[in-house]
């Protein structure tokens, strides 16, 4: 039962980097959202998100090629133990404040089966067989509430200030939050220490055999409340009618009519933005 990539867009937000990376194998297929650095850059990339995103995405294509049963969360753990010598031997002696880290979605062959694994605030969405339309992302965590709460208010209190500097405003809470990260009072991500994977959320799910599974990012699925009005059925009807890039370019336009994230609150005003878009090459009867 392996996979077709029927459609892809990657799209880079307004950093200097796309910080999402993808890939995709007929029996697997990722995304990977790396957490842009709220500290000095101190790995030999564009920035440390891509440098951490980048090499993550190609140990575990090498790793689901040479060992493609192995249980998902005993792959990530050597994934990340493979990664941890490489980020050591990069760093070159520097000390970060904060180590780079990513959110994570994965969909995985598993006999009749699909096994979709999510950690962060990527996510995926698919038709169960003869069941309802699912949105899953990993689990969620009270400091994204707490962040977004606290984007509103300081714009509630400062009405007349631009999006960046009611960012510079929340920088201490950003540095706060990453502070928490990996953390049981704070929230768990793809890093260099393996302890996280045991946080990963997993979902075995048989697929509704017409319908395909997306996968992406948070800049892509911002779209659900930018052009679907929260509505996740409507979201998904109109990529698969029109297109994840024009999906993107959709998205795009919203954002640069809303340059101040008041519309739509958010504290990227652009972020990268991907979505895989997978069918079943063998479907279920």
């Known amino acids: 039962m392996p996979f077709s990539l029927r459609a892809l867009a990657s799209d880079k937000g307004e950093g200097n980097v796309n910080e999402d990376q993808f890939g995709y194998l007929p029996h697997a297929a990722w995304v990977i959202d790396g957490a842009s650095s709220v500290g000095a850059q101190k790995l030999p990339a564009k920035s440390d998100a891509k440098w951490y995103a980048s090499h993550f995405s190609a140990i575990l294509q090498d790793q689901l090629e040479q060992f493609p049963g192995a249980e998902s969360k005993e792959l990530l753990r050597n994934v990340i133990r493979i990664l941890r010598k490489q980020y050591k031997a990069a760093l070159a002696g520097s000390v970060p404040e904060f180590p780079p880290s990513a959110a994570f979605i994965m969909a995985r062959e598993k006999e009749d089966l699909i096994e979709i694994s999510a950690l962060g605030d990527c996510a995926a969405l698919y038709q169960a067989h003869e069941g309802p339309l699912v949105h899953m992302e990993g689990n969620e965590t009270p400091i994204d509430g707490e962040s977004l709460?606290?984007?509103?208010?300081?714009?509630?209190?400062?009405?007349?200030?631009?999006?960046?500097?009611?960012?510079?405003?929340?920088?201490?809470?950003?540095?706060?939050?990453?502070?928490?990260?990996?953390?049981?009072?704070?929230?768990?991500?793809?890093?260099?220490?393996?302890?996280?994977?045991?946080?990963?959320?997993?979902?075995?799910?048989?697929?509704?055999k017409n319908s395909p599974i997306l996968?992406?990012?948070?800049?892509?699925?911002?779209?659900?409340?930018?052009?679907?009005?929260?509505?996740?059925?409507?979201?998904?009807?109109?990529?698969?009618?029109?297109?994840?890039?024009?999906?993107?370019?959709?998205?795009?336009?919203?954002?640069?009519?809303?340059?101040?994230?008041?519309?739509f609150p958010r504290f990227k005003v652009h972020d990268d933005a991907t979505c895989l878009m997978l069918t079943l090459e063998k479907t279920f009867s």
């Open 149 to 208: 709460r606290k984007l509103k208010d300081a714009q509630k209190k400062q009405p007349e200030a631009s999006h960046s500097e009611i960012r510079q405003l929340l920088a201490s809470t950003l540095r706060e939050n990453r502070a928490r990260m990996n953390t049981p009072n704070g929230y768990w991500i793809l890093s260099i220490e393996e302890e996280a994977v045991d946080h990963i959320r997993v979902a075995n799910v048989k697929l509704d």
């Open 215 to 263: 996968l992406m990012s948070d800049g892509f699925t911002r779209g659900i409340f930018m052009l679907s009005n929260a509505s996740v059925q409507s979201f998904y009807n109109t990529v698969i009618e029109d297109g994840a890039i024009e999906i993107c370019k959709r998205i795009r336009r919203q954002e640069a009519a809303d340059q101040d994230c008041r519309t």
